[in-house]
């Protein structure tokens, strides 16, 4: 790296820094209008610059006619300016700091407007997604699945479940009729209810598949004949809440507690 832009780093500007570097490799005091030419730097600019300099402690001028100009070792000049660079990113880290307080306090007392509708993309994203808010539910689960999905969800969904299961939380399923051939499925289905989920079935697939988190939240399969991954619609909107909670509700009433 050039010297000039080192010292730019440090804080002189790209002038500062060559009238600095002129007189510390000058083998003799300059005056202004030498500056000047070594430099190439306007004589006006010349003038400005050399204040600046010598009140930052960088150069040193003789009572003299013309006045004349030497520069301090470049070790003492390096030791100022990086004192004085460390001193502005302090300042600037206290400055960073108070604003990041003042914007969180800001944005605390704001009430935070949620979004209603979020359509998540049919992958691997759905799963989580369902995953996640499984594991923080607090009361209630109550979801309404397929025979096409319920053997897939047992195995994608138990730990959060089980998880949930542990905190107290209430987990009602619907599904349609299903005869299970799969050992490892039965030996969860009844793991899940020794543990205290309750499973009703319906003679034919719902017309609508979702699940509801502590009745607050909603995640709507947009279609019914898809696998676990396929997309789907979270909401937090009380009104179709409300219309899920229902739905669930009637589909519980309507279905068969018996082994399927």
Wanted: zero cysteines; a negative charge; glycine letters at 4%.
């Amino acid at each position: 790296m050039e010297p000039t832009e080192t010292l730019a780093e440090l804080g002189l500007t790209h002038n500062q820094a060559r009238i600095y570097l002129a007189l510390l490799h000058s083998d003799r005091l300059l005056t202004a209008k030498e500056i000047s030419k070594v430099t190439s730097i306007t004589r006006q600019d010349v003038y400005r610059i050399l204040p600046e300099l010598q009140n930052g402690g960088l150069i040193e001028k003789t009572i003299t006619a013309p006045t004349m100009f030497k520069a301090i070792s470049i070790k003492l000049a390096v030791s100022i300016l990086v004192r004085k660079r460390v001193e502005r990113d302090n300042d600037l880290i206290r400055k960073a700091n108070q604003l990041a307080i003042e914007l969180e306090n800001e944005k605390q007392s704001t009430p935070e407007e949620e979004p209603e509708f979020i359509l998540i993309p049919e992958n691997e994203a759905v799963v989580q997604k369902i995953n996640t808010l499984s594991a923080s539910v607090q009361k209630s689960l109550d979801i309404v699945t397929s025979k096409k999905r319920f053997s897939r969800a047992l195995f994608a969904f138990y730990e959060a479940r089980m998880q949930s299961l542990q905190r107290g939380v209430k987990i009602r399923t619907i599904s349609e009729m299903i005869t299970s051939t799969n050992p490892d499925m039965d030996q969860i289905i009844n793991i899940e209810k020794q543990a205290g989920v309750t499973i009703r079935y319906l003679p034919a697939q719902p017309p609508a598949l979702l699940t509801l988190f502590d009745e607050e939240e909603v995640m709507i399969i947009t279609s019914p004949n898809g696998t676990i991954e396929t997309s789907a619609l979270w909401s937090n909107n009380p009104s179709l809440i409300a219309l899920s909670k229902s739905f669930f509700e009637n589909l519980w009433q309507a279905g068969d507690e018996g082994k399927p």
